[in-house]
Structures are given as C-alpha cells and as structure tokens.
C-alpha cells in the first residue's frame, strides 16, 4: 500500500464546476504540500500546511491531521486549471529528513469549457 | 529573477554512455533535490543536499551520482549502471533541509536508447 494516496485518479469537469481532490497518508508527518503540474512537466508548489485550511485564490486547502487526510478545493473550474494535482508529505523523522518529500501519484484533471 | 533552471529540457543518449543533467539554483537555497517520474508512478527521491559539500542517499539512488561543490549548483549524472535510465527528472530546492516548500525546475526528459 502506498504511503499516500490520491483519488479520484482521473477527473473531467465542467468549467464552473467546484471541484475536490482528496488525499490520505498513513505515515507520521511534519506538513502536507500540494502541487501542480502543467503538461509541460514543470512543478509549482501550491499549498504547504500542517493543520487547519489554507486559501489562495480559487484554491483551498484543509487537512485533517487526526484522520490523515486532506483535500484540495477548487471553487469556479476553469479550462486553465487543468493539469495534474499532487499531494506530497514531508516526513516525520528529524532534521534534515524532513525535508524528503513522499509523494502520491497525482490526479489528473480536465476542464471542458 | 530567482528561480531553478535545468538543462536541457531533452535528452537523448544511447545506452552505456554516462550523462550529466545540470541543475542551477539563484535563491540562496541550502537544500537541493533530484527527483525522478515515471509515467503513472509518483515522483521518487534520488539524492538530496542539505549543504555544500554533502550529499545522502534517496529511496532510488542506484546507478546515480551527484556532486554539491556550490552552492547554487547540484548535478545529476546518470551512470551505465542505471537499469532504466529513460525518464523525467526534476530538481528542487529549499531554503533549508526541513519541512520547508519545494521550488522545482522545469525537468529534464531523458531517453536511453
């Protein structure tokens, strides 16, 4: 079983459509990073959190530590959102391993106008 | 403009020769990180730097080497001894070696033939 998990694997919305990624991890963790990925292939860092709900734009973030597990919001999907999503953990241990990103294996959305 | 570069955007070598993928970073960043992603898999660790002149072990790091002479550069090269050296690498950096957001370059797509 994977340390973290994503689902929906695929997604297709309609533009306008408000939109939730879900991801659980089963390993102990010191924050949780969600990321995008444009078809190009490059990264952009979205969201870092180790508690609570985090909002940038259209996009929001909540975790739910107790329950290891977060979702990705995307309120009013647009055509330009589509790309592919990933939840990343980083880890429990100490110092500089906390760095080390575990990675899901991202959900990939689509947005039809 | 700060940000993370990587050359070149392709690559491609035939099987038994050494490559080297560049990876340049102008944020004054300590930590750096090579990643690794295959088509339907979540991106792997390599190698990561948490300082000049040090480097660890990722989850994959067979067949790989790096070297961390400056700072702002952390090279990746891909050794004949890489079973299946075809795919994207990505390098990210942090401003330090814990749990802090990730800046990713733009990949490099390599193809062993």
């Known amino acids: 079983k994977n340390e973290v998990e994503q689902s929906p694997q695929n997604l297709t919305a309609q533009e306008g459509e408000f939109i939730t990624i879900n991801c659980s991890y089963s390993?102990?963790?010191?924050?949780l990073h969600w990321l995008q990925q444009h078809p190009g292939g490059g990264i952009v860092s979205l969201f870092m959190?180790?508690?609570g709900k985090k909002k940038h734009g259209r996009l929001i973030a909540t975790i739910n530590i107790q329950e290891k597990h977060s979702s990705l919001h995307i309120t009013a999907s647009h055509p330009r959102d589509s790309a592919v999503y990933i939840c990343?953990?980083?880890?429990?241990?100490?110092?500089?391993?906390?760095?080390?990103?575990?990675f899901g294996k991202g959900t990939k959305l689509s947005v039809k106008p | 403009d700060g940000g993370i570069t990587q050359s070149p955007k392709y690559l491609f070598r035939k099987e038994g020769q050494n490559v080297t993928l560049s990876c340049e970073q102008n944020?004054?960043?300590?930590?750096m990180y090579w990643y690794r992603q295959d088509p339907g898999q979540g991106l792997r660790l390599i190698y990561y730097?948490?300082?000049?002149?040090?480097?660890q072990k990722g989850d994959i790091a067979e067949g790989y080497s790096v070297s961390r002479e400056k700072k702002e550069s952390f090279p990746l090269t891909v050794t004949s001894a890489q079973k299946n050296p075809t795919a994207f690498y990505l390098c990210?950096?942090?401003?330090?070696?814990?749990?802090?957001?990730?800046?990713f370059g733009p990949g490099t797509r390599l193809t062993v033939t």
């Open positions: 990210a950096s942090s401003i330090g070696g814990g749990p802090y957001e990730q800046y």
């Open positions: 390993v102990g963790i010191s924050a």
């Open positions: 959190l180790s508690s």
């Open positions: 990343a953990v980083s880890g429990g241990g100490y110092g500089g391993s906390q760095g080390n990103l575990i």
């Open positions: 944020l004054n960043h300590d930590a």
């Open positions: 730097s948490q300082i000049v002149n040090d480097f």
